[in-house]
């Protein structure tokens, strides 16, 4: 007879092995980065660049040079552009993040010769013209307003910039910067970031030698831009942690974002940091989970994070609550808070969430996207493999006191910054 | 491609296995056909609700979450009108666990009051979060019921309102687990590094000996063919107008659902699409403009959205999409839009073939829909439509009769 109350054996996930990329050069000297993996006849590939000659008094810049690049060349109208890359079911995507833009190409191998010079010519190419930037601005604006009215929004937009302040990681858009687009500043901007001494390209998928000549053959001869820029600097120095109330009278739930300036990725103890983060709001069992939303049913979710910036780093708690348990809800956080910093953690939950961060380390490596992504994490963090080896042996061997010291180190209530934006 | 093995056990439940040994993970998903249209009246919301529950312990294991954690697992669930589905994955080694936890829950739930207690509240604030605390967030608690009046598609997966979730008891939970959690109403499909013998003799020894329970017999109103334009005009604190009209539209399992699918990426499918060139971009009288279908296994919804450029009168902006869908429907669309949207499609079926999750979540669906060897001669049936289909579909479903339309406008 099956005995359903006894759980079946499992082991611990021993082994996890990354697949690291193969390290090229174009003949021009543009560093790539290939994960050849899979069975389907597919490629991405990723052209990255820094952000560079940030300037506060511009702070859209450098997203909007990334949101406009695919729509004009000297060649090429926006329409053209998306209708050639749609003929060939390729996907063309412009990210803009806090240290890097990627221009990101999703293609089949078959139609990769046909999409190439299309990029090129983007990368190159392209011209902002006057009437695309007239219909972004309207358009951004727009989406500005309808956001400005989501609480969850407003609240992580207040957190950043009062912790980063009018730098590329915080700056506060208003709709005055969308006004202040000027086409010249955009071609600035693009001439000086967008040229091979700043790119890095990852590519990843069913890479071989004839897709290596392909993109030598249109990404390896000279390019149009090698205008001088100047990095981005940043000189965060930690904040007395605030109170930032906005009051929605009509909310029926606050939005609360709340956390710190801490330290990133290079960090020795960021490993530690992270599990101590997972324990308290990294997953869907962490002791926020389980006292706010399924102890009190406060919430539909709740959760904390670390990320890791070029430099910097911050720590946050984000969640939406109803507006009358609002109060309520900050004092369990700050309780779980202190648990975590005078208790002692019990093996039975450290081994819980050990398994779990190895089980989920295991799962992220799904396919050869997702090795390339795991080396970018440490590739633009100056960092190498030795980063995950690391890694995986704090999570199989940190100690609860371990813990409860990291904890102390790096969660300080009263450094932190909390937004509520709502009721409360 | 992707491959499978398939067997169905003495209860009724049907088991497919696609073995990956490129990945040391694996997947089990369970998908059970029950949604929100399987719901009465009165009593809405309650798939969903239900799907919360799921998690709250089942009658052998008092922790759902824990111990799959505990393996290194991790998993979720969603509820649509049509299925609710729960997935979970972990490090392949692991598996059994996953049956252990999926099949005590199929077996029966602990049914306890401080879970009811606790995700109605989650429930509740999700429903906040969504649908109440959003600017738009309400449009499909309008849609729905203005679209049809008889069908349960006329309210939506999180339910009609609050109250009902509110006042749910202990009872109905027990008699919608009766009535729709039973291994013949289920679809499980296990993939990753696993093989299939392995996966036999666990479904053998975890789930052959839940009891078969009672056939569910679907028997939902139908809805009465519509000849008349329907609107709606809805005043709220948001801060631009906007349009969504929506027309009815054949079944997923009908002949024509490809044509539709074609039919709203040439309409909508990124920038090169016709109503983002014409409406947004040379036109200039929306900041985004949308169409899609809504996927339903009973007669669906395709739907047009906009949100408008602020100053522009809603008529010139509703005449501007009718000149769009009326366009569509006189006159063939070209050989090069076709072929484009066929590639497309072509590239997404391939490109959804990199996830272990999407590949098994695809073929539960599509052996709901009769078989799951479907999956792999979907992309078949897109490359032999035509110009002249397209226009017919066009022609048939956009008319001012068949059309439901909303106006969402900004309290000035």
Known sequence: MLNRTIAPDFIQVNEINFIKPKAQQLDNGIKVFTVNAGQQELVRIEFIFQNVNYDQNKPLQAVSVNSLINNGT???????????????????????????????????????????????????????????????????????????????????????????????????ISMSHYDDLKRDDLLAYFKAAFKPENCTIIAAGKFETKEFDLLNQF???????????????FNHLPIAGSDVYIEKADAVQSAIRMGNLTINRKHEDFAKLQIVNTLLGGYFGSRLMANIREDKGYTYGIGSGIASLRH????????????????????????????????????????????????????????????????KNIYFSDLDYDYYTKYIHTVKTITPEEIIATANQYLDWNAMTKVVVGKK | MVDFNRFTLANGLKVLVHEDPTTPMAVLNILYDVGAR???????????????????????????????????????????????????????????????????????????????????????????QRYLNQPYGDVWLKLRPLAYETHPYRWATIGQDLAQIETAKMEDVKAFFKKHYTPQNAILVVGGNVKTEDVKALAEKWFEPIPAGDKYNRNLPKEQPQNEARTLTVNASVPLNAIYVVFKMPPRLDKTYQVYDLLSDILSQGHSSRLYNSLLKEQQLFSDINAYMSSSLDEGLFIVEGK???????????????AELEKIASHLVTDDELTKVKNKSESIMVFSEMSLLDKAMNLAYYELLGDAQLLNVEIDKYLVITAEQIQEAAKTTFKKEKSSTLYYLANA
């Open chain 2, 308 to 322: 408008l450029i602020a100053g522009v009168e809603m008529e010139v902006a509703e005449k501007a999409i009718w």
């Open chain 1, 312 to 375: 910097a780093g911050y720590f946050f708690i984000a969640t939406e609550v109803g507006t009358e348990v609002c109060v309520s809800a900050l004092e369990e956080i700050e309780k779980e808070i202190n648990i975590l910093k005078t208790e002692l953690v019990a093996e039975e939950e450290l081994g819980l969430v050990r398994n779990y961060m190895l089980g989920s380390m295991l799962g992220s490596l799904e396919n050869a996207f997702s090795h390339a992504d795991k080396f």
């Open chain 2, 38 to 128: 399987d719901e009465e009246e009165g009593r809405t919301g309650f798939a969903h609700l239900f799907e919360h529950l799921m998690f709250g312990g089942s009658v052998n294991v008092p922790n759902y979450d824990e111990p799959l954690q505990r393996v290194g697992g991790e998993n979720n669930a969603f509820t649509s009108n049509d299925i609710t589905n729960y997935y979970i994955t972990l490090p392949a080694e692991n598996i059994e666990t996953a049956f252990w936890l999926e099949s005590d829950r199929m077996l029966s739930l602990a049914f306890s009051e401080k879970s009811l207690d606790t995700q109605r509240n989650v429930v509740m604030e999700e429903f906040k």
């Open chain 1, 74 to 172: 000297k060649k090429l109208s926006a329409k053209q552009i998306a209708e050639q890359v749609d003929y060939y079911g390729a996907y063309l995507q412009t990210d803009y993040g806090a240290d890097h833009t990627a221009i990101t190409l999703h293609s089949l191998n078959k139609h990769l010769v046909s999409v190439l010079p299309i990029i090129w010519s983007i990368l190159n190419e392209s011209i902002f013209p006057q009437q695309e930037l007239d219909i972004f601005i309207q358009n951004q604006k727009q989406k500005l307003k309808v956001n400005l009215q989501k609480n969850d929004f407003l609240a992580r937009k207040t957190f950043a910039n009062t912790i980063f302040g009018e730098t590329a990681y915080g700056s506060d």
């Open chain 1, 219 to 233: 990404f390896g001869k000279s390019w149009e831009n090698h205008n001088a820029s100047v990095a981005n600097e």
